[in-house]
């Protein structure tokens, strides 16, 4: 079984609202109506409680999406994400879920981040998003696990945090939740497939370093792929990406190293990860909260707190 980690962009919308002409011939795309209408409703449903947003999407865009045929289309020219799906060797709709494996779709904290996010899911799980569960990472730096999908199940993951407004701050909510992602998806002990095609690109290095960290651990089981964009041939494969692999002291210093950082602690020599994971000033940086994440650990400080 594989465990497919999906960052999500915005491509679907495109589609869906008739700015590509490769779709379904009897597709009314323009029933969605606009852009603008689905990056509105993405907004409001970041407003419902997660346990409610796919009863509440399906209630408000279920019709539309069936009219704009939206499981018809062909998988390599609806969006990047169920691209990289089947050029992967995956059936993104519903084939994937059938077979007992599992997708985690990663969504930007967006309007229009999740808007497509739950398009997409209705194309992998069907309108009405059965064997589907709508989550959204924690906020501030709590340590609190992300929980994988059973086997043959879908989950999106809102990230909060993965937007622009938090660019200053480095993404650091946002990056943490991946890692939580990503190690959710390496406890399942399943292959995991990392798909790169889509997604908030100034998070991609960081998804992309944190892939690293698992590939080491265990590199017969992680993979990256990614579909070249704009590629003329819809039946070209994934090509997969190089991975680094670091040596198991590595890692182990790594873990050591930050979770010091984290407890406002300074190992004397133990500057490895300075510049890259921390900094004297700021303390752990968007990577070095990502890394402890992906491996495990705690992200908030392990120091008791104050008495008396």
């Known amino acids: 079984?594989?465990?497919?980690?999906?960052?999500?962009?915005?491509?679907?919308?495109?589609?869906?609202?008739?700015?590509?002409?490769?779709?379904?011939?009897?597709?009314?795309?323009?029933?969605?109506?606009s852009a603008a209408v689905a990056n509105g409703r993405g907004m409001l449903a970041r407003g419902v409680p997660d346990a409610q947003v796919l009863g509440w999407w399906s209630s408000q865009v279920a019709h539309e999406a069936d009219a704009a045929r939206l499981t018809d289309w062909d998988p390599r020219v609806l969006c990047a994400e169920t691209s990289t799906l089947a050029a992967a060797g995956h059936s993104p709709q519903r084939g994937l879920l059938d077979r007992g494996d599992r997708v985690m779709l990663l969504a930007s904290d967006t309007g229009p981040g999740v808007a497509a996010a739950l398009c997409v899911g209705q194309y992998i799980a069907g309108l009405a998003l059965a064997d589907?569960?709508?989550?959204?990472?924690?906020?501030?730096?709590?340590?609190?696990?992300?929980?994988?999908?059973?086997?043959?199940?879908?989950?999106?993951?809102?990230?909060?945090?993965?937007?622009?407004?938090?660019?200053?701050?480095?993404?650091?909510?946002?990056?943490?939740?991946?890692?939580?992602?990503?190690?959710?998806?390496f406890d399942t002990g399943e292959r995991i497939e990392v798909h790169l095609t889509g997604g908030y690109k100034a998070t991609l290095l960081h998804t992309l370093a944190m892939t690293e960290v698992l590939y080491s651990q265990d590199p017969d089981r992680v993979t990256a792929l990614y579909v070249f964009e704009g590629a003329d041939d819809p039946g070209s494969p994934a090509v997969s990406i190089g991975l680094r692999r670091f040596?198991?002291?590595?890692?182990?210093?790594?873990?050591?190293?930050?979770?010091?950082?984290?407890?406002?602690?300074?190992?004397?020599?133990?500057?490895?990860?300075?510049?890259?994971?921390?900094?004297?000033?700021?303390?752990?940086?968007?990577?070095?909260?990502?890394?402890?994440?992906?491996?495990?650990?705690?992200?908030s400080s392990a120091r008791p707190g104050p008495t008396g």
């Open 247 to 299: 040596p198991p002291e590595y890692i182990d210093d790594m873990a050591a190293e930050l979770s010091a950082v984290r407890d406002g602690r300074r190992e004397p020599g133990a500057q490895t990860f300075k510049g890259m994971a921390w900094t004297e000033a700021g303390g752990l940086t968007a990577f070095g909260y990502g890394y402890l994440a992906v491996l495990g650990h705690k992200l």
């Open 132 to 185: 589907t569960t709508y989550v959204s990472t924690p906020e501030g730096l709590p340590n609190e696990p992300v929980t994988a999908p059973a086997g043959g199940q879908l989950t999106i993951v809102r990230l909060r945090g993965l937007n622009p407004a938090h660019a200053a701050g480095g993404f650091i909510d946002a990056v943490a939740g991946i890692g939580r992602v990503l190690r959710a998806a």
């Open 1 to 33: 079984m594989t465990c497919c980690v999906v960052p999500c962009g915005i491509s679907v919308l495109d589609g869906l609202t008739a700015k590509k002409k490769q779709g379904p011939s009897d597709a009314r795309p323009k029933r969605l109506e």
